[in-house]
């Protein structure tokens, strides 16, 4: 891979600090304007780097697409990790973990950007599709053939993103201000009966 | 209002078939750059016509935009309508309509296009949640303040919202091509809930 960078990178704090201010520039670029709308000169631009420095830390725009849609680190084990556990509690652990990842402000900048680019990219929404299934697929525990576990992980992922939808990207009332005791006191039975199959 | 109309409209017919093809451009426009990144110039350009051909019709940017994520005709009605009748029938019949909506070619490509104008520009969330919470609230035969109808109403929307981008707009499997009689098994019960507040 020939390196063409112009700009000079600085001392290793600083070369970290470029390529996530690169990256949060490009997440909005993705979710504003989606693939076709975004390019590699006006992401540098909003960055305030030279184009060169984007293909030195990204290499391409479909690489730069992929790191900017790959859900933050810990998030997924989240989610694997709230299928643990008795199986009747399932509801109440899986919007919990919802809940406690938006909260979280840096996994909630690149949800809402994963959310918004997946609008635009069919790309996107096979990844964020196949990150979904796989994520909820993995528990064992439920005794079931693989196209009904699909079944319900998709009616599981339709709750929870309409509700994440309404509460954090477009901040509709009621739902955005709702307490998070009620939201699980709502949804968990919801999220309960889908995974039962009641 | 000032008209410079330099392309000479042609007979009644041919004007109507215009303006809904500078409509439909503008749907497209909205939904995939928002509105920063929407200009009167590149509506009038995807739609071969003069510029000044959509400011005679739709005056402003702001109107265009508004026209644009307007329900198609029918579509609020056919939601109050579902309100009616039985209660304890309400979510089968709330499911049927979604159902109903997203069927019809008409409705589907303007219902599309107002959930992704709505991932950008806050006055479309605005005026949807309006739409919706207006169209939710009517009935009268639910016994209710209006905090706990609204947040009923809300909770309804974020599943019908979350199940109509999954299989129509995402189009993600297995929802996407869930049959639907399954889908009404499925969410009825779900909605049911919300209304009954159980």
Redesign the interface.
């Known amino acids: 891979m020939a390196k063409r960078v112009r700009t000079t990178p600085g001392p290793r704090g600083e070369r970290g600090e470029l390529a996530a201010r690169i990256l949060a520039c490009a997440r909005e670029s993705f979710a504003?304007?989606?693939w076709?709308?975004t390019t590699i000169r006006a992401v540098a631009r909003a960055a305030d780097v030279d184009p060169a420095l984007v293909y030195h830390y990204y290499r391409s725009k479909e690489d730069l697409l992929e790191a900017a849609t790959t859900p933050p680190p810990g998030f997924l084990e989240s989610v694997v990790e709230a299928w643990h556990g008795p199986t009747a509690e399932l509801g109440d652990r899986l919007v919990r973990n919802l809940l406690a990842a938006w909260a979280n402000d840096e996994y909630r900048v690149v949800l809402r950007s994963i959310?918004?680019t997946?609008?635009?990219d069919a790309a996107t929404?096979e990844r964020?599709?196949q990150s979904?299934t796989l994520s909820l697929m993995g528990p064992a525990m439920i005794d079931l053939n693989d196209?009904e576990r699909?079944?319900r992980a998709?009616?599981v992922?339709?709750?929870?993103?309409?509700?994440a939808?309404?509460?954090y990207?477009?901040?509709?009332?009621?739902?955005a201000s709702?307490s998070d005791a009620?939201a699980i006191d709502?949804?968990a039975?919801?999220i309960q009966?889908?995974v039962d199959g009641a």
């Not at 992922?157 to 509700?163: E, H, K, M």
């Not at 990207?169 to 739902?175: G, H, L």
């Open positions: 504003e304007h989606g076709a709308g959310l918004l997946a609008a635009h929404r964020l599709a979904v196209a699909q079944v998709g009616l992922a339709s709750q929870l993103l309409g509700f939808m309404l509460r990207v477009w901040t509709v009332e009621p739902i709702m009620d709502h949804l039975p919801t009966r889908y």
